[in-house]
């Protein structure tokens, strides 16, 4: 006899509540010790109180599931779904037993009701593409897969799910981005790297359009690959402002900053008055600390379009940097001549106002703006709880501004802005 069946006998005449929470927690062990016979008897008990009803009669299906007792689980599901209707683990189970028997319409069916019960349940919708993978149904497996991922982008097994279903379309390229998408999440994932292969394979196969194929291979980070068929491109004779741009995209893939450059000059030539090419420039140069180099190239842009949004952005916090903060405001206020729905304008603009207050007024109306247009935007918050400190208001005010930054830097996954946060915080709390 266990432990856990010894309490149960001698407490047994206790609360309701806690025999119905004992009969669930001895079933589970011995569940879990793969005692099925005597775990049913304690699921049965369980089921006979109100309050663990609905969790006994889904063990009580598993551990039949788990004997092979199909016709013992056909049974319970049926009065799991007569004492609540809406069990969704009962349906789940039910889809299972049809999808054994190759029912696909009934066990689909199955996962509707789920779903019409709980519509932010991820499992329905991926049960049901799979279920539609099986009938051969790809175009409403893909739909379905695609569902999941609306409610949790994020989520390994729906991008796993869907890559299947557009392979199972031949939408290759579809399919080797969520593949990618997979692996990135889980770089672990051998499945999904050996799919994204065998994909890649495939639609090299049947893709005739040597374009559409290198630009699939460089928006999934298959860098070497594209780089090959836009220099073979080039080589056989096309010449254009879009090839040269995405052979210096490739380029910079492959960290080769050099040939990257001379990529995009060469599309710049081939397309003067596109500002694209200098905008990658500038931003490469920018990520490898060359501040002054990078500058050169936002200029350039910023002579062809001198509204450009990033080329205004760059220039400003550049100007901003050195010092030059009235400067650096003409830019941002460029931005919002053009645009005054623009957050990080405003944000700019009041981090500019801070460094020459008071002289360029109160910087909390900017900072405020800022959050009015973008209300899970941190920073200005966190901007402006550091105002706040600097001009002497009380440490209640700042508190709340960084609390409320840092809430919503976590919310973004933010983990520098949340420590900066932190600190400030801290630091404040030390002081009282």
Known sequence: MCVLEDIYKRHSSNDTQDTANMCLEIGKTLLEKKEYKKALTYFAQASSYPQTAPEAFEYKMKTLFDMEDYKGAKKSISEALKAFPDNTSAYNYKALLYARDKKWDKAIACCDKIISI?????????????LLVNKGDFKRASSAAEKALDIYPNSEKANFQAAKAFFGLKEYDKAIRFFGKVVTLNPKNSSAKDAQKDTLSAFKKSEKNELKLALTLLDNSLFADSLRHFENMIASGTQSAELYFFLGKAYKGLGDTNHMIESMQKAFSLAPYSTSPYIEIGEQLLSEGREKDAMEYFERVLDIDPTNRIA????????????????AEEHFDRIISEDNSDAEAYLMKGITAIDRYPAAGNPMLYFDRAMELNPSYALPMYYRGKFQIMSGQKKRYALESFNKAAFLASAASDEKLLEKCRQAIDSLSEKE
């Open 312 to 327: 205004n952005i760059r220039k400003g916090e550049f100007l901003r940097h050195e010092g030059l903060s009235a400067q």
């Open 118 to 130: 709980a519509p932010t349940q991820e499992e329905a919708y991926i049960a049901k593409s799979e």
